[in-house]
């Protein structure tokens, strides 16, 4: 399993970002994908999870109401559009599948992972 992140940047407070991670080399419909998040000098942090078919979401509290992360299974793909940014979302951006396809918010349960993306939300 191949997983790429792309999508960050620099942005202002307020501004909106979409995430996208592209993923290869299995059954994409199979997995459950996951976004966490690490800021300089914390722990990696889980952000969102979407079940393989897409019915089942959940949110850290820290986002909900202003990430939304969704999947399309004909493009292998899974967007976590961010709006409402705020400087505290400055982290790099990483995502994760999880094979049996059922949520998580948990580190250990994601076997794959992606190599991250940054996201600078400024003031």
């Known amino acids: 399993v191949q997983l790429q992140a792309s999508g960050g940047g620099l942005v202002q407070a307020g501004d909106s970002l979409r995430l996208s991670c592209t993923f290869s080399?299995?059954?994409?419909?199979?997995?459950?994908i996951g976004w966490f998040r690490q800021a300089p000098g914390k722990e990696r942090d889980f952000v969102a999870a979407i079940s393989y078919s897409g019915r089942n979401t959940k949110y850290a509290d820290s986002v909900k109401g202003r990430f939304t992360i969704s999947r399309d299974n004909a493009k292998n793909t899974v967007y976590l559009q961010m709006n409402s940014l705020k400087p505290e979302d400055t982290a790099v951006y990483y995502c994760a599948a999880r094979d049996y396809g059922f949520i998580s918010d948990r580190l250990m349960d994601f076997g794959f992972w992606g190599q991250g993306t940054q996201v600078t939300v400024s003031s």
């Open positions: 080399g299995r059954t994409f419909s199979n997995y459950a």
